[in-house]
């Protein structure tokens, strides 16, 4: 039982340029989440998902894009990469949090870097 | 004023010392209360809820102050394991039950 995982770790990227970060959870979460994290901002949502198929903003979704193609993976996409977007990014999954007290668990972080 | 908002530290503390943390939450409408573990550059973790009636789990108590809209984290006998950053987290259900609001954290270390 992995919990949540994520790839790459580490990425440096030249902007303008793209990438996908995956994201893949085994506990049959229907929820999923994108957050990104910056010094001194803390945890902001960027995407989530309710479900297969559905997909909805955050709080900073602009320059991002998703999908959730199947229950246990959520896709975080970066069409024209910008410094801007230097973050560590984290997914999360969680039954569905209308339920009182549900944890959300976190994967261990993307450390991504434009230039 | 923010929505979710703690003192970010940081706090450094004796081993074996009494640590409180607070946090106030803006949304009054809020339901949920967590507070989350963070340790220097790994992934947040869940500590512990916060129910109304307050809780506790071993060296640490939550409470919760729906009227002043605060929540509150109590760690006692503090090891050096305890050092990280905490992070106060609220859900609010009139904004939409699937977020969850992140406070920036208070860092604490526990020093020898």
């Known amino acids: 039982n992995a919990g949540v995982t994520q790839t790459p770790k580490f990425r440096v990227l030249k902007t303008g340029q793209s990438m996908t970060l995956l994201c893949a959870q085994d506990m049959n979460h229907e929820y999923m989440y994108w957050y990104r994290q910056d010094p001194g901002m803390g945890l902001r949502l960027i995407h989530y998902?309710?479900?297969?198929?559905?997909?909805a903003k955050g709080e900073v979704p602009d320059g991002y894009n998703v999908s959730r193609l199947k229950k246990q993976n959520f896709l975080l996409g970066l069409e024209s990469a910008a410094p801007s977007q230097t973050s560590v990014y984290f997914c999360?999954?969680?039954?569905?949090?209308?339920?009182?007290?549900?944890?959300?668990?976190f994967g261990p972080g993307t450390r991504l870097t434009v230039l | 004023r923010k929505e979710v908002e703690q003192d970010p530290g940081p706090f450094n503390v004796p081993e074996g010392a009494t640590v409180a943390f607070n946090c106030t939450y803006s949304?009054?409408?809020?339901?949920?209360f967590f507070w989350y573990r963070q340790d220097c550059r790994k992934e947040p973790k869940l500590l512990m809820s916060v129910y109304s009636s307050g809780n506790e789990d071993g060296r640490f108590t939550a409470q919760l102050n729906r009227a002043s809209q605060y929540i509150s984290l109590l760690i006692r006998d503090s090891k050096l394991s305890d050092s990280a950053t905490y992070l106060c987290?609220?859900?609010?259900?009139?904004?939409?039950?699937?977020?969850?609001?992140f406070g920036k954290g208070t860092k604490l270390s526990v020093i020898p």
């Open positions: 949304n009054s409408a809020s339901q949920s």
């Open positions: 999360a999954s969680s039954f569905p949090l209308a339920q009182p007290y549900n944890e959300q668990f």
């Open positions: 987290v609220v859900n609010a259900a009139g904004a939409g039950s699937y977020q969850l609001t």
């Open positions: 998902s309710v479900g297969e198929g559905t997909t």
